[in-house]
């Protein structure tokens, strides 16, 4: 999705296709940080240890994603033109250009950055498949001190599985193979997991012995 430039007026934000304006001279300062709050006429930003207040006004410009799309869909339903919390929010990372002037901060330009998510970090649990469904499955295991447990792990088509013969179990069927032809109740698995919303999703599942039937 394209990135729009947005330019304030206190009331609301107008979308412009052309240029952005050029950044203040010699003064002009970049400081990137997350915003922690919104005003009408104003942006607050945490920049390293401290929470900085920035002014804005019709001279400042925004550039966000999904702007251009928004202040269409709000020109055809005859509402009014973009606020900024349109298109920022707090916990958003940005960059601001900005002139100090007595003191006070002038944001000049604010550009929205993306925020890259850190990758889920993984913990693992060892026990026998307990029962089974298409899209999730349930495990005994025992940890430290002879205490046993029991977990019950999402299955999505990105959790990947690792069985010994699933080449062949494939194969029988047609290419076509399920998660319950591949892992079933009795076996031992070893399952990477990590927290998603009010559950466990597996991203890894080894197959480390088959039950004997």
Same mark, same amino acid.
């Given at each position: 999705?394209?990135? #729009?430039?947005?330019?304030?007026?206190?009331?609301?934000?107008?979308?412009? =296709?052309?240029?952005?304006?050029?950044? *203040?001279?010699?003064?002009?300062?970049?400081? $990137?940080?997350?915003?922690?709050?919104? +005003?009408?006429?104003?942006?607050?930003? $945490?920049?390293?240890?401290?929470d900085?207040? *920035?002014d &804005?006004?019709?001279a400042?410009?925004?550039?966000?994603?999904?702007?251009?799309t928004?202040s !269409?869909?709000?020109? /055809?339903? +005859?509402?009014p033109?973009?606020?900024?919390?349109? &298109?920022?929010?707090t916990?958003?990372?940005?960059?601001?250009?900005?002139?100090? #002037? !007595?003191?006070?901060?002038?944001?000049?330009?604010?550009?929205?950055?993306?925020?890259?998510?850190?990758?889920?970090?993984?913990?693992?649990?060892?026990?026998?498949?307990?029962?089974?469904?298409?899209? =999730?499955?349930?495990?005994?295991?025992?940890? +430290?001190?002879?205490?046993? *447990?029991?977990?019950?792990?999402?299955?999505?088509?990105?959790?990947?599985? =690792?069985?010994?013969? /699933?080449?062949?179990?494939v194969? /029988?069927?047609?290419? $076509?193979?399920?998660?319950?032809?591949?892992?079933?109740? +009795?076996?031992?698995?070893?399952?990477?997991?990590?927290?998603?919303?009010?559950?466990?999703?597996?991203?890894?599942?080894?197959?480390?012995?088959?039950?004997?039937?």
């Amino acid at each position: 999705m394209r990135s #729009s430039v947005i330019a304030l007026t206190l009331a609301a934000l107008s979308v412009f =296709w052309g240029p952005t304006s050029p950044t *203040f001279a010699s003064d002009a300062k970049i400081a $990137k940080g997350t915003i922690t709050a919104i +005003g009408g006429q104003s942006l607050t930003v $945490k920049v390293g240890d401290h929470d900085i207040a *920035f002014d &804005v006004d019709n001279a400042t410009t925004v550039t966000a994603r999904g702007a251009s799309t928004k202040s !269409a869909r709000l020109a /055809a339903s +005859g509402k009014p033109g973009l606020r900024l919390t349109d &298109v920022l929010k707090t916990g958003q990372a940005v960059s601001i250009t900005y002139r100090d #002037s !007595a003191g006070s901060y002038h944001a000049s330009e604010i550009t929205a950055i993306r925020n890259v998510p850190s990758p889920a970090t993984n913990s693992h649990s060892d026990g026998v498949v307990k029962a089974i469904g298409p899209d =999730w499955i349930t495990i005994n295991g025992h940890s +430290g001190g002879g205490a046993s *447990f029991e977990q019950t792990f999402k299955i999505d088509p990105h959790t990947k599985v =690792w069985v010994k013969g /699933a080449t062949k179990a494939v194969s /029988a069927k047609n290419g $076509k193979a399920t998660f319950t032809d591949l892992v079933g109740s +009795g076996d031992r698995v070893n399952v990477a997991y990590h927290k998603v919303d009010d559950g466990l999703l597996a991203s890894n599942l080894h197959v480390t012995a088959k039950a004997m039937h």
